[in-house]
């Protein structure tokens, strides 16, 4: 099953604006991931945040965390259309039952339009 | 260094078969986790490995099975194909440095996809 549900499921933008995804889960986590993936293929990490972080960057894009909200949103600045792709949200839980196991939202499909 | 490797890229089997798909992780990376993308059911986890024991199960049939090799490369296979089994299947590979199994980044191959006809 989900742990939980990503927002929107499809975003559809213009080169040049900014695309924002929100990701909630529902357990307790160590950490989370966002994910991207074109068409079918694998899964590229964009990025990590701690349970114990707020706020995350790199490059382009600009992750919060709000544990108690129990939500993240991933944003990307400035799109281009090789962002174009399925963004994916993955929630890494505590302790040893979670060993390697993600679980991860349905994705938001991001089309940039050129 | 070299990225997450899964053979076979595509294949297709007919209902009842069995098939095995290998994974070989990035050098030094002891943690390979399988996971089963279809449109359905999304990105579900598998099992996880480490140092050659199982030490995660997903929520699946005992027809899929794993294992993973001193080199840690890893396989996974499916007894009985059945139609759902038709699906993309992802390996992905963390460090694991301490031991540790969720808190690391995980580097995912470019899957095998696999059709049960």
Redesign the interface.
């Known amino acids: 099953s989900q742990q939980g549900e990503e927002d929107p499921q499809a975003l559809s933008i213009q080169e040049g604006e900014n695309a924002t995804m929100n990701c909630s889960y529902k357990t307790s986590i160590n950490n989370l991931q966002w994910y991207r993936q074109n068409s079918g293929r694998g899964l590229v990490h964009l990025i990590l945040i701690r349970s114990n972080e707020r706020e995350k960057h790199s490059g382009r894009l600009r992750v919060t965390l709000d544990t108690s909200k129990k939500s993240s949103s991933l944003l990307i600045t400035a799109s281009r259309a090789a962002d174009t792709a399925s963004y994916f949200c993955a929630t890494a839980g505590a302790g040893g039952t979670s060993y390697g196991k993600l679980t991860f939202g349905q994705g938001t499909i991001l089309t940039v339009h050129p | 260094k070299a990225g997450?490797t899964q053979t076979p890229r595509y294949l297709i089997k007919t209902r009842g078969q069995q098939v095995t798909l290998s994974c070989s992780p990035i050098s030094g990376h002891r943690?390979?986790?399988w996971?089963q993308q279809t449109p359905g059911q999304?990105?579900?986890?598998l099992?996880?490995?480490?140092s050659e024991t199982q030490?995660?199960k997903?929520?699946f049939p005992g027809r899929f099975s794993g294992r993973q090799f001193s080199n840690s490369r890893s396989e996974m296979n499916v007894s009985t194909l059945e139609l759902g089994d038709s699906a993309?299947y992802?390996c992905?590979s963390?460090l694991?440095l301490s031991g540790?199994?969720?808190?690391d980044?995980?580097?995912?191959?470019?899957?095998t996809?696999l059709t049960v006809l």
Request: proline share 3%; hydrophobic share 30%.
């Open positions: 997450v943690s390979v986790s996971y999304g990105l579900q986890f099992f996880e490995y480490f030490r995660n997903g929520n993309l992802l992905a963390s694991a540790g199994g969720g808190t980044t995980q580097y995912f191959g470019p899957g996809r």
